[in-house]
């Protein structure tokens, strides 16, 4: 079992950054493969960001390649989104997962899940 707390969500203008953080808990932490989703109202949960247990492998939605980073600490039981160069159709609530991840790029692949931060880009 893992639970996952995510947090650094907010309200930002066009251009500026925020970086997303995910706690998580459980003992086998560190052999899942974690995940950012994003979802805005009335659209579906979209990938945006995955990274693999060791760290050694990243992937990213093209909406957000050159602009998103995810990264985690596995000693912090913590995994990160670094958000820069936002723009408004960034706008949404933010989830992180993890899971096997056998196919880490989409919704299925992932066990549990957050309850999500809010990030809201103003123009």
């Known amino acids: 079992q893992v639970q996952l707390v995510e947090s650094g969500g907010g309200l930002v203008q066009a251009g500026g950054s925020l970086r997303l953080s995910c706690a998580a808990s459980?003992?086998?932490?560190?052999?899942?493969?974690m995940g950012w989703f994003r979802q805005a109202p009335g659209k579906d949960r979209d990938f945006v960001g995955a990274?693999?247990?060791?760290?050694?492998?990243?992937y990213y939605a093209d909406s957000v390649k050159g602009r998103f980073t995810i990264s985690r600490d596995n000693a912090k039981n913590t995994v990160y989104l670094q958000m820069n160069s936002l723009k408004p159709e960034d706008t949404a609530v933010y989830y992180c997962?993890?899971?096997?991840?056998?196919?880490?790029?989409?919704?299925?692949?992932?066990?549990?899940w957050g309850q999500g931060t809010q990030v809201t880009v103003s123009s």
């Open positions: 990274v693999t247990w060791a760290g050694g492998n990243t």
């Open positions: 459980g003992r086998t932490y560190s052999r899942y493969t």
């Open positions: 997962a993890a899971g096997g991840a056998i196919v880490p790029t989409i919704k299925a692949a992932y066990d549990y």
